[in-house]
């Protein structure tokens, strides 16, 4: 069975087709408009979505070898994301599942970005833990089976992704601040300011990345301009781990207290270099499996919205033409 993805949540516009587990093709464009702006512009994001997305269902196609009317079904986020982003994926896989007579299905994004680890690593090791870590969410679930998932920890404030774009742009870094961030941290010293490492009354388990922020902004208007930028690799890879220690501590606890060894983690934040190599140590130390995807697959594209979508297609599952976007939709 080929399945096309279609991903339009933010601001990246991207169509995939899978065969049967396996990716045939990603195409991506991401939308580097926003970062003239230090962030995602709703409107902006609409129009580039309506612009790209025919381009990219096109090459999605192209690149995998088959023809239109080898679609078996298609796969679209019906969301969480922005409204407008949304419905321009959402109209366009209606459109082509009337016009070819195929069904469609709306994907839950968080749901496709844990799709991105259960196909490729995970797919026989239920239960496992899931640590979902982008730009809009970073939350800890429990996956008991597919559909089956119970929420373990979220973020009281910031998410771990909006914690490196506020922090990059603090610093005068473009947008997205992640792999920013990463960039000028190599060969930083991760030692040269003790950033603290946020903790939530109400829960051990919960994230809470605002304060970590407030501090950056702190530091930075108590030194000179010029010393920001001499110093600039040493206060990025300060910040960086006081992030990545944070969400590997939860993870360390949950791991134990959950007695589950199995770990996935995925979202855009899983891109990150640093982030993998400390999590390699901790698995050692504890023994744990951690699972990271490929890197096209960690932030966001439509071969987990497809994978995710062939699973639900091939279960029997498919949605309605009244299905209507959802820009908070949990999962
Ligand atoms: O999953 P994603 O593409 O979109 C959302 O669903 O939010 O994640 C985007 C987030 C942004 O906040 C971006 O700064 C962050 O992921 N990100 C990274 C890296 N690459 C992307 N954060 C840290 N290091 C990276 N290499
Ligand atoms: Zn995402």
């Known amino acids: 069975m080929i399945v096309l993805g279609i991903e339009s949540s933010c601001d990246e516009t991207s169509a995939s087709i899978v065969r049967d587990y396996k990716i045939l093709s990603n195409i991506t464009i991401s939308q580097e408009i926003h970062s003239n702006f230090g962030g995602v512009v709703p409107e902006i994001a609409s129009r580039e979505h309506q612009k ?3 381009h990219v269902v096109n090459k999605a196609i192209k690149d995998a070898s088959i023809v239109i009317n080898d679609i ?6 019906y969301g969480a994301g922005l409204k407008g982003a949304l419905l321009v994926g959402l109209n366009f896989a209606k459109g082509m599942s009337i016009a070819l007579n195929i069904p469609f299905i709306g994907i839950n994004h968080l749901e496709g970005h ?17 640590l979902i870590v982008s730009g809009g969410h970073t939350q800890i679930w429990k996956v008991n089976s597919i559909g089956n998932y119970i929420l373990l920890a979220n973020t009281v404030d910031d998410a771990a992704g909006e914690a490196f774009d506020k922090g990059a742009r603090l610093l005068g870094l473009s947008y997205p ?6 960039r000028v941290s190599k060969m930083g010293n991760i030692n040269y300011i003790q950033f603290p490492r946020p903790k939530v009354r109400e829960s051990k388990y ?20 010029n010393d920001i930028s001499k110093n ?5 890879a300060s910040y960086q781990e006081a992030i990545i220690d944070t969400l590997l501590n939860r993870l360390e606890l949950l791991t134990k207290d959950e007695k589950i060894y199995d770990i996935s983690i995925a979202g855009g934040v899983a891109a990150n270099k640093r982030f993998r190599e400390k999590s390699e140590e901790l698995s050692k130390k504890n023994n744990l499996n951690i699972y990271f995807p490929d890197f096209d697959l960690c932030t966001d594209n439509a071969g987990m919205i497809a994978m995710a979508g062939y699973q639900k297609i091939k279960d029997g599952h498919s949605s309605n033409l009244t299905l209507e976007v959802k820009p908070n939709l949990s999962l």
Request: no cysteine; aromatic share 12%.
């Open 232 to 236: 600039m690799k040493d206060i990025a």
């Open 52 to 54: 790209n997305i025919i």
């Open 206 to 225: 919960n994230f809470s990345f605002s304060g970590l922020k407030t501090s950056l902004m702190y530091y930075l208007n108590g030194i000179k301009k």
């Open 114 to 130: 844990l799709f991105s680890n259960i196909i490729q690593n995970l797919k026989t090791r239920f239960p496992f833990i899931a």
């Open 72 to 77: 078996d079904g298609i796969a679209v986020t």
């Open 177 to 182: 601040g992640g792999p920013e961030i990463e």
